[in-house]
């Protein structure tokens, strides 16, 4: 197995900085670019703290990788193997990009999107060549979160897909090949929980501090060691059949945002990013949640063994 040895992330916001060190981290020489330089003073300052976290990790160090900045596209994508499109969440900048993305290089290389649901196929409408076009969804923060989704489009070639995974085990992560749908997987999964845990809190039947205690402790502790599917053979499905039988109609099936987030968003509260959202913040609240946040992910992934579905069972 073996990764590009050129690769080129288009995008330094939140997530380009993490990705770009897991590459260069496995000997890439990685090319971050954007289209403002002080995005890409604040990425080479991310990539740093990314790169810190790595080295307290303890993960695989492979000699050559490096990390570079620039704001010229051509110098960015000359000669690279390997793009990874990490742009805003939006259809037609994404498109525009991918577009600009393929008349720079290539035919052989690969362009790969970190879109967190956007179908692959609608994307690749801005491509000549879809065949070699496949989303590649990063978790965040995406230098501790050892999972990636790959998404073929509808055109995306069976080497391409097969490469990329190829990648992704490379520098030691899982690749889940997953249909496309919306939002992918991940995010469906979450938002389902989410939209329950909103409704629980909307309703009064639990407070927003409990809720994430239970959610941490009931579930996610459980999660972390056992997927679902693992999990209903461990409980048992004549159970699971009981008690779906009565819960699930109960379940909320709400298909709108629940005034609970919306009312906070129209007023400002935002979350970290405005100092407060569910929860109010302090002058340094927020940068000792985010270092503790790491600090116990890292925890986490350090007393995490292999996937269970490798081991003998």
């Known amino acids: ?36 330089a002080e995005a890409l003073t604040r990425a080479e300052q991310a990539v740093a703290m990314c790169e810190g976290v790595l080295d307290n990790l303890g993960s695989n160090k492979v000699d050559g990788g490096s990390v570079s900045y620039t704001t010229d596209i051509a110098e960015a994508l000359r000669g690279t193997e390997f ?57 965040n923060p995406p230098h501790l979160i050892p999972m990636i989704e790959v998404v073929p489009g509808e055109q ?9 995974i190829e990648i992704v085990n490379a520098f030691g992560y899982e690749a889940v090949l997953e249909r496309e749908v919306p939002g992918f997987v991940e995010n469906r999964v979450l ?40 999990l209903l053979d461990m409980a048992g499905l004549d159970i699971y059949t009981s008690v779906a039988g009565y819960l699930n109609r109960d379940l909320s099936n709400t298909d709108g945002v629940p005034a609970f987030i919306s009312d906070r968003v129209a007023s400002g ?11 109010e913040y302090g002058e340094g609240d927020v940068a000792a949640l985010r270092g503790e946040i790491v600090r116990q992910l890292t925890a986490v992934r350090k007393a995490m063994p292999a996937p269970l579905s490798d081991n003998p069972v």
């Open 1 to 36: 197995m073996s990764i590009p040895a050129v690769v080129t992330v288009v995008g330094s916001g939140t997530m380009g900085p993490g990705i770009a060190a897991v590459f260069a981290r496995a000997g890439a020489q990685v090319r971050v670019y954007d289209v403002v």
């Open 83 to 139: 793009v990874l499109e990490a742009v805003p969440e939006r259809e037609d900048l994404k498109k525009s990009v991918l577009a600009q993305i393929e008349a720079e290089v290539s035919d052989e290389t690969i362009i790969a999107s970190n879109t967190s649901g956007i179908p692959i196929t609608k994307l690749g409408e801005a491509l000549n060549a879809p065949a070699r076009f496949i989303g590649m969804h990063w978790s």
């Open 156 to 164: 995306t070639s069976d080497a391409v897909r097969d490469r990329l």
């Open 191 to 230: 938002y389902a929980i989410m939209r329950e845990c909103l409704a629980l809190v909307d309703e009064g039947v639990i407070s927003e501090r409990d809720l994430d205690t239970a959610v941490r402790w009931g579930i996610g502790y459980k999660l972390a060691v056992v997927g679902p599917m693992r």
């Open 269 to 279: 509260k935002l979350g970290f990013k405005s100092g407060g959202g569910i929860f």
